[in-house]
């Protein structure tokens, strides 16, 4: 011992000698153990705190605070004024108080911490425990010396990483689904895939889900109270990926898209470890740019330091299907894999089924399998396999739709009825191979659009220049998208007229959402739409002051027109909101009316919509308008495409013929 | 007039932002102590997910489109990384996913089957045996109010797959 420390004295005064500037640097690093939060009286024995000494300045040496690694395991991004700050938001994730902003202090406090006992934050875990990502990256780099910086044992850790058992990871991409309004863009988490885990199993597998903490059983009072006072937090969870499949394949009925990425067995030990530390922190939730995509993206980035994933996400949003663009750029994606939802695999069911079997397991729904049962046990009993097994998916769905108590892992009496029947057949159940509905996701085309127009309204020409912010509309190139439903959020169009020399805002559509959902005999789905605008009318010849301002919405139906097609035939009731601002008025109406469409695809990538409206006021001024278009699209390749419109506007007792043509670039 | 305007203008913010922002992006049956409490307790499901997206877009209209306010973390009180030993998955598993599992006991097939059997440490040329002697005696397990006990005792009087149930 006396030798040790004596050499580490000689080590210590060489080291001060060797260089005026590291005499100085001394000094800080005294500061800077005083600003962590180790307590020196404690219990750190001069031994230590001279190892401690040593490390400190190897890491100075070695500028590891300003490695690209450091800066990735606390979430460091560059700040507008200069300087760095952390993503994170929990104070228990910072060693030092100055940590969230100073790199450096952060380094020295997280050295001095791992000779502490102490645990950390909240949690029961020593330093070295709770951080244990930073602990093995220091310790490889400073090589510790267990001789005087000896290793935690983390029971927690050595159970989550047994546990996990990772071989491989896997982005999931949960598609997005019109219904659900929360699923429009999308969303990611990483799922741990376990060694030996085949199709069927991988649902043992655990997830990792960066999601906002928004709780549900909270009166809206208080929501709105701690709304106002505290601020959503977004966390990391570590859940089992069979809550996550029942989560997105029965309750929402989102077909799953999974991207294994190209990372070798022994990495993931290290982002696990990360995840880990991330895992007893927040961040703040920031639905646009630090959402669920992103901070996964700022997981992985531990393992591409030198050229993070994120830095593509750090200025403007961040739309989840974008994420896995990015992940396939770098190369980083193996094998993508695709899951249907509940709804689809019931589709899939009854394409293997004749129209009796499809018509006695609706029967039995509809009047209870008792009354059924005769005529099912009529049947060869490979048919009654089917139609029971139809009947049992037909249950569930309808309970998950309909009951408060969805989720429950209980059966009720008529689904109890029909598996006794099913398991006495004693015949197992055929399994069934479904194909995608189309391309990858990431195949689809860019979520922003940019484009030029030329057309001609009321004898007036122009030229457009068009931008929208995201995702997707009907008449957009629709592979990797999923069908009839769109989302355009924020689309601009600037306008110059042949007449005038400027260039003027023409109009804004902030949202436009259209959910086409078909409907048939099982599936009663209710379609919708709703969109927020601002328009200048082309109707009138000087429209330099005439505003509109509309918010709409309707419901109503779909149906398909023929069977394996993506094809849709819409009808809506629609009522809204119109102001008329202009020079000689400002008005309101309250109006109501129909709707009703075709949608079309007759090859790939030609896209066809005959969209007809009129509407009527109720309340207001006299409101009278009417609508006849037909649009045309042609997708060039994935991110281009040519559109056509040709309408008929009848609106308040001026008349107009239109017709234009734009290119749109997506990207 | 101009209130009016601005009327509008607050109107287009605090109904139509948060519908892209916060229902596009919050995963919001994340709530408290994770989906896994929510779904096991059955309080999720299609009408919840969607009248708490409703709720969310109420509270955006409220504190702005930006950024959501919420609880503290206190809230979460419970573990946030849920793994645990082999013995207490299995329980776990069978506890949320009894549904799926009885239904495919009933089918002699499927994956959450497949995966108990993986669980219980049944080799893959036994899974068939497996799944017919466990459709043989859906009428025990499906009464049953301990699942996994019943599909032990199952195993143990069946001489192929004894050996995995000890």
């Known amino acids: ?667 | 007039m101009n209130k009016i305007k601005t009327a509008c203008l607050a109107v287009v913010l605090t109904s139509a932002l948060p519908l892209v922002s916060n229902v596009a992006y919050a995963e919001e049956n994340g709530a408290g102590c994770g989906v896994g409490k929510v779904v096991m307790e059955g309080k999720s499901g299609k009408d919840a997910h969607v009248s708490a997206a409703f709720i969310n877009m109420a509270i955006h209209a409220v504190v702005g489109p930006i950024q959501l306010f919420g609880m503290t973390s206190g809230t979460v009180g419970c573990d946030v990384t849920q793994t645990v030993s082999n013995d207490r998955e299995k329980e776990r598993f069978v506890a949320s996913n009894q549904d799926s599992l009885i239904t495919e006991i009933a089918q002699g097939n499927g994956a959450h089957l497949t995966s108990l059997a993986s669980l219980m440490g049944v080799s893959a040329e036994d899974h068939s045996a497996f799944f017919t002697a466990l459709q043989m005696n859906y009428d025990e397990i499906a009464v049953s109010t301990d699942v996994l006990a019943s599909v032990h005792s199952i195993m143990q009087s069946e001489p192929r797959l004894a050996g995995y149930a000890s």
């Open chain 1, 1 to 667: 011992m006396q030798k040790k420390l004596l050499t580490l004295y000689v080590l210590l005064i060489s080291l001060v000698f060797t260089g005026s500037s590291w005499g100085g640097e001394i000094a800080d690093v005294d500061k800077a153990i005083e600003r962590g939060e180790y307590d020196r009286a404690s219990n750190l024995s001069i031994e230590s705190e001279h190892y401690l000494k040593r490390l400190v300045l190897s890491a100075r040496e070695k500028n590891l605070s300003s490695s690209p690694l450091w800066q990735v395991l606390i979430h460091y991004k560059p700040t507008l004024f200069f300087g760095m700050e952390s993503q994170v938001d929990s104070p228990s994730f910072f060693l030092s108080e100055a940590g969230k902003r100073d790199p450096d202090a952060e380094l020295m406090a997280t050295l001095a911490s791992f000779f502490s006992k102490k645990p950390v934050g909240t949690t029961e875990y020593e330093p070295q425990c709770r951080f244990p990502a930073r602990y093995s990256w220091l310790k490889e780099m400073l090589a510790f010396d267990p001789a005087y910086l000896p290793e935690a044992k983390c029971d927690k850790l050595e159970e989550f990483a047994k546990a996990i058992a990772a071989q491989s990871l896997t982005v999931i991409f949960p598609s997005t689904h019109p219904n659900s309004p929360s699923s429009m863009f999308g969303h990611t988490l990483l799922r741990v895939d376990k060694e030996g885990q085949t199709d069927e199993t991988r649902m043992l597998a655990f997830s990792v889900n960066y999601a906002a903490m928004i709780p549900q059983d909270q009166d809206m009072l208080s929501y709105t109270v701690m709304g106002l006072s505290g601020g959503f937090y977004g966390r990391f969870m570590v859940l089992p990926y069979y809550l996550k499949l029942r989560e997105y394949g029965q309750i929402e009925n989102r077909d799953l898209w999974e991207y294994t990425l190209n990372v070798p067995p022994e990495k993931i030990d290290f982002v696990l470890k990360h995840a880990f530390e991330l895992a007893y922190s927040h961040f703040d939730y920031y639905f646009f740019t630090e959402n669920c995509s992103y901070h996964l993206l700022s997981l992985l980035d531990v393992l591409y330091a030198e050229e993070t994933l994120t830095s593509e996400f750090d200025f403007g949003w961040t739309v989840p299907v974008d994420t896995l663009k990015a992940l396939e750029r770098r190369g980083l994606i193996k094998d993508v894999r695709f899951y249907p939802s509940q709804a689809r695999l019931i589709t899939g069911q009854r394409d293997v089924m004749d129209e009796g079997e499809q018509r006695l397991a609706l029967q039995a729904l509809d009047s209870g399998i008792e009354s059924t049962i005769d005529e099912i046990r009529s049947r060869d009993s490979d048919s009654q396999v089917r139609v029971l097994d139809l009947l049992t998916e037909y249950q569930r769905y309808t309970k998950v739709e309909t009951s408060e108590e969805t989720v429950s892992s209980k059966l009720n009496s008529e689904e109890r009825k029909t598996l006794r029947y099913r398991s006495k057949l004693l015949i197992k159940s055929p399994k069934l191979d479904i194909q995608p509905p189309g391309p990858r996701p990431d195949y689809g085309h860019g979520s922003s659009r940019i484009g030029v127009g030329t057309g001609e309204a009321n004898g007036v020409k122009y030229t457009d220049f068009l931008w929208r912010a995201a995702y997707h509309d009907l008449l957009d190139p629709s592979q990797g998208f999923v069908s009839n439903s769109s989302l355009s959020f924020l689309d601009v169009t600037l306008r110059k007229t042949e007449e005038q020399d400027k260039v003027e805002l023409q109009k804004i559509t902030i949202i436009d959402v259209q959910s086409l959902e078909p409907r048939d005999s099982f599936f009663r789905n209710t379609s919708w739409h709703s969109s927020v605008q601002l328009y200048r009318s082309d109707l009138v010849t000087d429209p330099a002051d005439n505003w509109f301002f509309v918010a709409e919405g309707g419901s109503g139906y779909t149906y398909h027109l023929f069977e394996d097609k993506d094809d849709a035939w819409y009808g809506f009731v629609d009522a809204g909101v119109k102001h008329d601002h202009s020079r000689n008025a400002q008005r309101y109406s309250l109006f109501t009316g129909v709707s009703s469409g075709l949608i079309l695809e007759p090859v790939n990538g030609w896209r066809v919509n005959l969209n007809g409206e009129y509407k009527v006021d109720i309340a207001g001024y006299e409101l009278d308008q009417r609508e006849v278009s037909l649009l045309q699209s042609v997708a060039i390749n994935r991110n281009a495409s040519l559109r056509f419109q040709l309408s008929k506007v009848y609106e308040d007792g001026l008349r107009a013929d239109k017709a234009s043509v734009s290119l749109f670039i997506y990207y």
